[in-house]
T-cell receptor, first 113, second 115 residues
């Protein structure tokens, strides 16, 4: 039972354009959401998070949007850069914190020149 | 202290052998987590500690898996009688409860191959 779903296994975007990565969840008890970036042979790196009491959080080029009624969140990267090419994981928790995360299967982002 | 450290980075073992992995968290972090990641999947939560107390272990995959954090600092994950299905990346993460536990920082992982 996949409680966090990333339905797009891959995404290709031109440098300078917007990248939009999507994530859906089924567990209504999830109250804290995070995005991680992963390069090959490295552990996941934290990017940005959002609590369920918010619907938007921004940090530089990264913005996360949360639509609780649709159980959907998205990560926007503007502008996309070649160094953003990586696998992006959506994660969720029902503890209000970053503990006991449930991850999606990831989306591979390729930013082309 | 530059981050979460895991050793070894790679481990190849024969089926039936026991293996132990070590994780050194960020020094002031009081929470420590173990995850497993298989090919094409996201990390899967296994267990976590707050200081030396293991707060959840129900997600450990079988009774062949055990974890310890004896002094609330480093942690070990042991797999007994390894099986080929145990081949995966084992990730450790840590976080600090006092600042709201809003980020978990991951190590580079230990890749286990059971032959």
């Amino acid at each position: 039972d996949q409680q966090v779903k990333q339905n797009s296994p891959s995404l290709s975007v031109q440098e300078g354009r917007i990248s939009i990565l999507n994530c859906d969840y089924t567990n209504s008890m999830f109250d804290y959401f995070l995005w991680y970036k992963k390069y090959p042979a490295e552990g996941p790196t934290f990017l940005i998070s959002i609590s369920s009491i918010k619907d938007k959080n921004e940090d530089g080029r990264f913005t996360v949007f949360l639509n609780k009624s649709a159980k959907h969140l998205s990560l926007h990267i503007v502008p996309s850069q070649p160094g953003d090419s990586a696998v992006y994981f959506c994660a969720a928790s029902d503890t209000g914190t970053a503990s006991k995360l449930t991850f999606g299967t990831g989306t591979r982002l390729q930013v082309t020149l | 202290d530059t981050g979460v450290s895991q050793n070894p980075r790679h481990k190849i073992t024969k089926r039936g052998q026991n293996v132990t992995f070590r994780c050194d968290p960020i020094s002031e972090h009081n929470r420590l987590y173990w995850y497993r990641q298989t090919l094409g999947q996201g990390p899967e939560f296994l267990t976590y500690f707050q200081n030396e107390a293991q707060l959840e272990k129900s997600r450990l995959l079988s009774d062949r898996f055990s974890a310890e954090r004896p002094k609330g600092s480093f942690s070990t994950l042991e797999i007994q009688r390894t099986e080929q299905g145990d081949s995966a990346m084992y990730l450790c993460a840590s976080s600090l409860l006092q600042i709201g536990d809003t980020e978990a920082f991951f190590g580079q992982g230990t890749r286990l191959t059971v032959v």
